[in-house]
């Protein structure tokens, strides 16, 4: 499965995690929690306090089985299963981030909770109706056929399941900063707006409980100045390569209109 095409790749990805995690002064040797990993591990959007406000809007309950689609390292998926205590399905193309969210799955003591697939979103390895909750954050953008992305989200639900989401969608004009966080070329990003992406849901059986443009809500809250690599901090820069200048063309896509960034909450009818 290794042979899958992807953008993200992160070379020797668990010793850069290792030494990220020790430059920040914690100790891998010891048990991590997923909440000191969160400035790492959520490659998306608003970071963790994203993650917190999505996790806020979804009724996740213990017993539910949770897929993460487009996993990343896992962040939410250890937030998942160390807050609600659910089993969480990550599935995620790239081989060295499935290598690198196993590691952290192992350093925080949730593996037995969390299981790492290396496949693709548009082909998920699960039957029909088998999950409680869909999760997916800051993934879309890289998949140019929706269609089969909802569509595949909606085959794995059970009837009644919830998908709980944060994309960035198209804005007014195209984009025309890169690199940008999810696609270093205008080719590896596949935006659609708003309107399209809740149009397509519908199609695909999805109601929606919740959708909202949280666009202006993060530029408030975030400041243009601030170092997403400082040295010593545990971030993202640990596995992205040129973070400041694809954090910095990503701020300046939002504030030109350029890429809205949204949330959603819909259900399987
Ligand atoms: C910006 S990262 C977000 C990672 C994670 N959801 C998070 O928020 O931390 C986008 C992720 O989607 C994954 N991805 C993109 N296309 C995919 C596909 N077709 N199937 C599975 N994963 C995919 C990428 O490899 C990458 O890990």
Known sequence: MSGLKTHYAAFDIEARILAGIRAA????????????LGALDHFHTGGLRASHELLAITPIEAGDRVIDVGAGLAGSARMLASQIGCRVECIEMSA??????????????????????????????????????????NVGMNIADKQTLYAEIARVLKPGGLFAFQEMAAGTAATSYFPL?????PTDSFLISAEEMRSLLGTCGFSTELF??????????????ANPAAPGQLGLAVFVNNLAEKAANARRSLEEGQVRLVRGVCRLN
């Not at 002064?25 to 000191?36: C, F, K, M, T, V």
């Not at 909202?212 to 100045?225: C, I, Q, W, Y």
Request: aromatic share 6%; with cysteine.
């Open 181 to 185: 966080p999810w696609a270093t070329e």
């Open 25 to 36: 002064g914690l100790n891998p040797e010891q048990r991590l929690s997923a909440e000191e």
């Open 212 to 225: 909202e443009d949280t666009s202006n809500t993060h530029l408030s809250r975030t400041s243009a100045h």
């Open 96 to 137: 060295d981030y499935c290598t690198g969210a196993r590691l952290l799955n192992r350093l925080t003591g949730l593996e037995d909770r969390i299981k790492v697939h290396e496949g693709s979103a548009l082909d998920l390895p699960f039957i029909e109706s088998s999950f409680d909750v869909a999760w997916m954050q």
